[in-house]
């Protein structure tokens, strides 16, 4: 069974729908399970909220989590971090994947972020973002994690206590053996990780099968669907549930440029409040006035929109008047208690922008559990709470169509 140890609720769900689209049976598991597992599944994912974290705890978490999967028969593991790297030289990526290691009694892993997908693709090392360096793309304008470094070897570096070393595109066109030899070639040259080069999937597919006899592999969903397509031999999910027509929120916390257009496109068409940072943090009545707009209104055609989301110049300027963790904080707090109120009021659908934002509001919102259903965009599943019928469409800052927000809706049945 593979083990999947995510650093953000919405990687969680990104890594479990193409597991399943690619023949394994998932659970999303949110925070570590108090009991054991009592269901059976090819792979299970454990969603933490680890991403920007202090190191310590981002270790002891993730520790943690391979403790518990370990415990509950997973024998091959995975630390899925984002398609975007979201971790700055301070960052816990090469922490956590050493304390895995050493864990694990490993020496050697390796490092892939890419999801050609969805547009991350890794070249002489460097990360770009359709046709933009990462380091070039909104990325480098990120809330939390700014980036402002594509060169994947650097990052590590910066982060990790080993060396980081390289799989060169064409090393990797030449198949799976080809990158193996490479493999034992860097290990003997003392480096403990390796940042393979990743076009297109064909390189991805020659990757998994030279890390199929890894204990821990690293990465984005890219790397984990082509495991998985390996395990399952090919096999395609086809019984994916398909969400049903109940009141339905937006929230959006994300900041991202995807976001950006995605909410600029939706508030066109329906009912829309945008968050206050100085409000979230001054007004006490603050989160009680949003909920009363947005059960004022959930009979509108289209959902009621919350959003924070806003440009990179007006973000800037936000967090020199409030301050980046404060600002993030007040936020991400408004959204979680809100999210709580309309769960009690017979909310069942959410629709949440933004990694950190979705992971607080599932946090708060209390799931154990997801099952994983169909595909709203890659990398973005419809879920459902293991225990109710609550909907949840987790998306990532920058993943999803332009009419997404509109596009998840038209799925209820
Ligand atoms: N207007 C704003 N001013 C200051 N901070 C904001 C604002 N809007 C959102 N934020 C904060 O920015 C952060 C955005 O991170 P989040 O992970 O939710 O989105 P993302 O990084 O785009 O998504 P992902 O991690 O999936 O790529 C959150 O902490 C959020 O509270
Ligand atoms: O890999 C990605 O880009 C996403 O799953 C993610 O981690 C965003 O938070």
């Known amino acids: 069974m593979l083990g999947v140890i995510a650093d953000d609720f919405t990687g ?28 059976k599944a090819d792979a299970i994912v454990i969603s933490l909220k ?60 390796v490092i892939s972020p890419a999801l050609p997908v969805n547009g991350r693709t890794i070249f002489n090392g460097y990360l770009f973002v359709g046709e933009q360096l990462l380091s070039e793309s ?3 304008n990120h809330p939390i994690t700014p980036m402002t470094d594509a060169n994947l070897m650097r990052l590590m570096d910066a982060q ?23 493999f034992a070639e860097l290990k003997a040259q003392g480096y403990r990780y390796a940042v393979v080069d990743a076009a297109d999937n064909s390189q991805l597919e020659a990757l ?29 999910g086809t019984n994916a549930f398909t969400p049903r027509k109940g009141k339905t929120v937006v929230l959006s916390g994300s900041c991202s440029v995807m976001t950006n257009k995605q909410v600029e496109k939706y508030r066109k068409n329906a009912p829309h409040f945008q968050l206050s940072v100085e409000q979230a943090m001054n007004n006490p009545n ?39 963790d404060k600002a993030s904080h ?16 017979g909310v069942t659908n959410f629709i949440t922008a933004g990694g950190e934002t979705s992971s607080i509001v599932v946090q708060w919102l209390g799931f154990a559990g997801f ?41 209820f049945v």
């Open 160 to 182: 990790a206590k080993g060396k980081t070393g390289l799989v060169t595109y064409a090393d990797v066109i030449r198949g799976a053996a080809r990158v193996k030899e490479r």
């Open 330 to 345: 007040a936020i991400e707090h408004t959204f979680a208690q809100l999210a709580l109120k309309l769960k009690r009021y």
């Open 286 to 324: 603050y989160v009680e006035e949003l909920y009363q707009w947005v059960i004022a209104n959930l009979d509108a055609p289209l959902a009621p929109m919350v959003f924070a989301t806003v440009p990179p110049d007006a973000l800037k300027a936000i967090q020199n008047e409030f301050g980046v």
């Open 50 to 109: 680890s991403r920007s974290n202090p190191v310590n705890e981002a270790i002891e978490q993730s520790l943690s989590a391979y403790k518990w999967l370990k415990e509950n028969g997973c024998s091959q593991f995975y630390f899925k971090y984002c398609s975007t790297f979201d971790s700055t030289p301070k960052g816990n990526i090469g922490p956590v994947t050493d304390a895995l290691l050493d864990e694990l009694g490993e020496d050697f892993t």
């Open 12 to 39: 969680a769900s990104d890594i479990a729908s193409f597991l399943v689209e690619n023949g394994l049976s998932a659970v999303q598991m949110n925070e570590i399970p108090q009991q054991p597992l009592n269901s």
């Open 208 to 236: 998994a099968e030279a890390v199929a006899d890894f204990k821990l592999v690293t990465g984005g969903s890219g790397l984990g669907a082509y495991m998985a397509a390996r395990l399952s031999g090919g096999k395609k």
């Open 138 to 140: 909104g990325m480098k």
């Open 371 to 411: 099952h994983i259903g169909k595909q709203i965009a890659p990398g973005v599943p419809w879920l459902k709470a293991v225990e109710e019928e609550i909907f949840l469409a987790l998306k990532s800052g920058n993943f999803g169509q332009e009419d997404f927000f509109e596009y998840a809706q038209g799925m």
